[in-house]
Every structure is written in C-alpha cells, then in structure tokens.
C-alpha cells in the first residue's frame, strides 16, 4: 500500500512562509511524480504543484512565483515551499501520489490525510 503523511500546517499571518513536508512509504518513491492539492470549504480540490521524476515542475496559476516544490528521493519525502502566503491560500493541503494497479491498467490517486493551513492576521 502507498500510505502518504503531510505536516508542517498552521496559522500563519498575510505575508508570512510556511514549508510543507510529505513522507510516502514504499521504496519506488523516485520512479513516480508526486503533487501537493489543496481544498477550501465550499470549493473544489484544486492543483497546487507536481514534480515529476526528473524533477521537472508545474504549478497552478494562481501560484505566480510565490511556491516552490521539491522532492527528496533519499527521504521518500516531498515539499511545498509557501511564501507571500495570503488569506485566498487557506486550506486543507495534501500530498498526492498516482500509483498503478495491480495490473498496471490503470492508475490510482493516492492522498494523505491532509495538514490545515490557515492565513489570517
């Protein structure tokens, strides 16, 4: 099984940085890409970021320069960098992991349980 685990949620003020860290069992972490989500109340869950094996990286629009992702294949772990975070980034955020089935028909979407980031003065 993928089991993915995020921290490094939590209150920060309009303007401020917060660095999320996702950890993922298994030991084939490096062979697949990973992304981070997001979901506030009422909206639907929405691409923050992918990083692929290479390391080559895509973010949604509304990111404009101020988030960064990487990935530390070592560690089984990747990270949302979040700075100039404004209120409009509250949310829950998780890790996401697409992983094959069993008979590599199709693909599944793995997530964890999610870490609340909440930006408010």
């Known amino acids: 099984q993928v089991q993915l685990v995020e921290s490094g949620g939590g209150l920060v003020q309009p303007g401020g940085s917060l660095r999320l860290s996702c950890t993922a069992s298994?030991?084939?972490?490096?062979?697949?890409?990973m992304g981070w989500y997001r979901q506030a109340p009422g909206k639907q869950r929405e691409l923050v970021a992918t990083?692929?094996?290479?390391?080559?990286?895509t973010y949604g629009d509304f990111v404009n320069g101020r988030f960064t992702i990487s990935r530390d294949n070592a560690k089984y772990s990747v990270y949302l960098q979040m700075n100039s975070l404004k209120p409009e980034d509250t949310a829950v955020y998780y890790c996401?992991?697409?992983?094959?089935?069993?008979?590599?028909?199709?693909?599944?979407?793995?997530w964890g349980q999610g870490t609340q980031v909440t930006v408010s003065s």
């Open positions: 990083i692929s094996t290479g390391g080559t990286t």
């Open positions: 996401n992991a697409p992983r094959p089935n069993s008979d590599y028909s199709a693909w599944i979407d793995y």
């Open positions: 298994g030991g084939l972490f490096s062979i697949y890409s």
